[in-house]
């Protein structure tokens, strides 16, 4: 059986007080910091036989303490990237809402947007599934690989894996800073969920 675990990165500022993200470069603040460092002793008893992370720095800082405890090295593939947020990167919900009214409530309602600059989940789904399916297929069978994601990344990640329609992708909860999800394959029964958003 191989196992994905995907490991979503330690908190940020932004995230602290509501900023999209999306693929600006923002780093981990203290508390991300000290989070990624103790949660990287429980991610170690998964004993990972490869860690990837995304090229951004709150995953790649989340990663590091990983990295020295089992003595694997990082390597990055953007694929592993959070959605593009257009020109919602930078700003708060409450900012949205007044500049883009509609779209906020599309938002809301979990409801495709309208605005172009964002990047469609779809396509979010699709390449972040083409990242796992690969880092899947060079840790090989009944292997383990950690993959160090973000929110939005690693929910796209889990559906396409899991091949789940459209209708159902806002029926996954949101992955927390420094939690994990895993995804086991089997060759009888294909990817299933064996745990989701834990602590």
Excluded at 81 to 101: A, D, H, S, V
């Amino acid at each position: 059986m191989t196992r994905l675990i995907l490991w979503r990165h330690g908190r940020t500022e932004w995230n602290l007080i509501g900023r999209f993200q999306g693929q600006l470069d923002v780093d981990l603040d203290e508390v991300g910091v000290a989070q990624a460092d103790e949660a990287s002793h429980r991610v170690a008893a998964y004993e990972p036989d490869m860690i990837v992370s995304s090229d951004l720095r709150r995953t790649a800082r989340t990663a590091e303490p990983l990295s020295a405890l089992v003595g694997k090295q990082v390597s990055h593939d953007v694929r592993l990237r959070e959605r593009y947020f257009g020109t919602w990167q930078g700003l708060t919900m409450t900012e949205i809402r007044e500049k883009y009214p509609e779209d906020a409530e599309r938002w809301a309602r979990n409801e495709t947007i309208a605005e172009p600059s964002i990047e469609r989940f779809g396509a979010v789904v699709d390449r972040v599934t083409e990242g796992f399916r690969e880092a899947a297929a060079r840790v090989g069978d009944g292997g383990t690989a950690v993959l160090v994601v973000h929110g939005a990344a690693a929910r796209a990640g889990v559906v396409g894996l899991l091949g789940w329609p459209e209708t159902m992708w806002s029926t996954l909860g949101v992955l927390g800073n420094c939690h994990v999800t895993e995804l086991r394959h089997s060759s009888t029964l294909g990817w299933q969920l064996g745990a989701h958003n834990v602590a």
